[in-house]
């Protein structure tokens, strides 16, 4: 399972960090709800999820950056009602075109996965960035 | 085992970034050393490595810095004797509070690793920092 | 074959990063080919490939730099003639010595792997710059 995670983390945020949004979307469950602490309020489900991560990646095409989330340090744990608990620290590395490479952000993130056949989707993803204080840990 | 060692790893980490550092000194066995070339001499012992770690654990909350340590690009070997030569390349994230990512440092980390039970434990870690030449690879 | 693979590119690296250009070379196939868009041209066979990673590993050292590769996000698929294709993040770090740790670069790295008994080779290696705008993705 540690494994197949890692795995699903490397395709999924390859989506996000290539602006195919509908499928980075459809990596969350219907329902399924990105809850980061740089946002004014948690985004629920696909829809929502795709719209918000659709202008942030015009955003950054406008702007001629390419961005890279790196996750890494996965930690997991099944939960009592049978999903998993996969956390993990992530790092955004953003290049401007012509630019040097900078490290964006660190931040952690705590994801409820549920298995789909033999695949895996997001239930809740909890984000907190490094720089904020409202940390819970 | 691979796997393994790379679960231990983000456990591990995580205790030290979350300044848990009771946890931490026992991830390490009993006479454990922790022998970094930033460090006057080598600290040996579970009590010492905690008092270490805690001081620095202090030092790092007092200054509002939040620092992530991501081991990663693991090599695995068995020595004759049974225990697990672990080899990793190291980097130090830090982040003040309210302020920008950086790279703190790079460094490498050759454990000795010993079997606990299900578990591992730490028996001699060393760690190499980048920017410092008395690398003897 | 996942963890192989994670495995194979710490090794793999390693020896680059420790100027081991021959060992280095040979996780190539002998005909293999490195495909940088940071090169003039596609380097092809062993011997050219350690000649030109001998020369970038000569200057870091006359300038005191360590440089460190790290792949991680690893994606793994089978292609139809049974080879591997082997998609990673790469990034570059940087020390000089006595000075502080820097993000040199971000690239992505698109591998064609074959078995090699119980090892693994590089066929094929397309590296891809985040900063250049010539990605065909």
Avoid: N
Avoid at 15 to 39: K, Q, S
Avoid at 84 to 107: D, K, Q
């Amino acid at each position: 399972m540690y494994q197949q995670i890692q795995h699903f983390y490397a395709r999924q945020l390859r989506l996000l960090d290539e602006g195919r949004t509908a499928e980075w979307a459809a990596t969350f469950e219907p329902g399924g709800v990105f809850d980061a602490d740089g946002l004014p309020e948690p985004v629920r489900g696909r829809e929502a999820i795709e719209s918000a991560s659709r202008a942030a990646a015009e955003k950054l095409a406008a702007d001629g950056i390419r961005r890279r989330h790196w996750l890494g340090m996965l930690e997991v744990g099944e939960r009592p009602d049978g999903t998993l608990l996969a956390r993990t620290y992530a790092l955004i590395i953003s290049t401007p075109r012509g630019g040097p490479a900078g490290l964006h952000m660190s931040t952690t993130c705590d994801d409820v996965l549920v298995r789909d056949g033999a695949d895996l989707l997001v239930r809740h993803r909890r984000v907190r960035r490094d720089d904020l204080d409202g940390r819970e840990d």
